[in-house]
């Protein structure tokens, strides 16, 4: 049985059945029900308020939305039926319900502010959900940094080996990445806390609704201002994608260093069996399944952002049935983001380092070459003279198959006579390491200092 349209008046003929399937949006929009019932309250209050509802009518419907609510927190299956949206299901329970009474619920209201309205009120607690596993991420690193704050690790650029660092330095590296997606996170958040309800379809409303005290009971901090922008707008949606894709993107560069870190053939680091899989095939593999669907994960919340730009794009004012598909993108990254932090926390967490390995990776690349132009330019060599002899004294390593430290004085001395005895102690990885000594930078006390910094940032530890 077709179950009867919010719409049907003006219509002789039923919506093709493939026309249905294309526009019917409840197995999507579902994931709003508790939102559409709270606004239907809020809305139905407002009624009241402006007395368009009786006192029984007001009592009949907020009890039936209460029931409601309660109903589908036990279990929903039953309720939803071939409903076009959550906002036509909810509305067809309450007239079942509450019989004519329920049909003056839609009063004043348009699926138009109420889709809204509801969609930012997901998009809030969505928003405070993922700061939250942001921020244990960030406790995660922190620990992590912590226990790592004195081994020193190979730095890349280029993926080259390029100097010594601490790997507490590394790992508080993308803390401040993520620091700044809670910014993000943070600023998309305001940019959803507007009440559109009143908004109506596109021109407001007749009823002279009390839209504060509608804003006020919903928790939101502020009105919108234009009732056409308000069911036109989906800029925080956007902001909140953009944010979710930032995210991703430091999640994904993160992943691709376990990846590499963790293969055999690099063997820096392990990863527990509970984040990792094996093959079908070859018995012996170990594969970091999780770090790699993360990094594919990306791409789908990248193309979120990107699709939901292209269909805003070029859109007229004000409703156009094109922004339905704004949840499928929303919810569908929001999710993604969620369980993605979730794993990747859980998964550094078992990540264990290779010590062995790090020191022979070291080694390799030559790493403390910087420190020795550095060193020639301590003895007044300027650092353009200093960078051409250290690139001789490099390629006559690579000659001789040494280490820079391999290297007698008088192989380095027949190179540059500014070279002294002291040489030897100015490029162990551990002089390197203490020489840059600025702030911000990867030396033992800088790393400290980062760290105490870091304590002080991640305020919610404290309670
Ligand atoms: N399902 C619709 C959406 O998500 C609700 C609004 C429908 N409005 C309309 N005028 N058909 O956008």
């Not at 690099?266 to 094996?278: I, K, R, Y």
Request: net charge negative; charged share 25%.
């Amino acid at each position: 049985m077709t179950t009867k349209k919010v719409w049907g008046g003006r219509f002789e003929k039923e919506l093709d059945d493939d026309a249905k399937t294309l526009s019917y949006s409840l197995e999507s929009d579902k994931k709003l029900v508790f939102y559409d019932l709270a606004v239907n309250k809020a809305h139905v209050n407002a009624l009241y308020q402006q007395k368009h509802l009786t006192e029984q009518e007001h009592h009949a419907l907020v009890t039936c939305l209460d029931q409601l609510v309660k109903e589908f927190k036990e279990q929903s299956s039953g309720l939803y039926g071939n409903d076009e949206d959550i906002h036509s299901c909810i509305e067809r329970l309450v007239t079942e319900r509450c019989g004519d009474v329920g049909k003056k619920m839609h009063t004043g209201k348009s699926r138009n502010d109420q889709v809204i309205t509801d969609t930012r009120l997901y998009t809030k607690d969505s928003l405070t959900s993922l700061i939250q596993e942001v921020r244990e991420l960030i406790s995660t690193l922190y620990e992590k940094a912590t226990e790592y704050k004195s081994v020193i690790f190979p730095g890349f650029t280029h993926f080259q080996p390029a100097q010594p660092i601490l790997l507490g330095h590394h790992l508080c590296a993308y803390i401040e990445k993520f620091f700044r997606d809670i910014h993000r996170f943070e600023e998309a958040f305001k940019t959803a806390d507007v009440c559109c309800l009143g908004s109506g379809a596109m021109a407001g409303n007749n009823y002279k609704l009390d839209r504060q005290s509608i804003s006020d009971q919903l928790g939101f901090s502020s009105l919108s201002r234009n009732s056409m922008d308000a069911v036109s707008d989906r800029d925080f949606i956007l902001e909140t994608l953009s944010a979710c894709s930032i995210c991703m993107t430091h999640l994904s560069r993160f992943c691709e260093e376990i990846v590499t870190f963790t293969s055999p053939i690099v063997g820096l680091m392990n990863l527990g069996d509970d984040f990792t899989t094996g093959s079908s095939l070859m018995p012996q593999k170990k594969n970091p399944d999780v770090a790699e669907l993360i990094r594919g994960k990306t791409g789908r919340v990248h193309a979120a952002f990107l699709g939901l730009q292209t269909t805003l794009k070029g859109l007229p004012l004000t409703y156009n049935r094109d922004l339905q598909e704004d949840k499928v993108y929303l919810f569908d990254a929001v999710e993604t983001v969620h369980l993605s932090l979730k794993c990747f926390r859980k998964m550094c967490k078992t990540i264990e380092i290779n010590e062995g390995a790090i020191h022979k990776a070291l080694e390799k690349g030559y790493g403390v070459a910087t420190d020795f132009a550095d060193y020639l330019v301590e003895k007044n060599v300027p650092f353009r003279d200093a960078h051409e002899i250290t690139g001789q004294v490099v390629l006559y390593a690579i000659q001789q198959q040494k280490q820079l430290h391999e290297l007698s004085i008088e192989e380095f001395q027949s190179i540059s006579k500014d070279i002294k005895e002291d040489v030897f102690k100015a490029i162990t990885f551990e002089a390197s390491i203490k020489a840059k000594n600025s702030y911000g930078a990867t030396a033992y006390n800088q790393v400290e200092i980062q760290l105490d910094e870091l304590k002080r940032r991640i305020t919610w530890n404290n309670h």
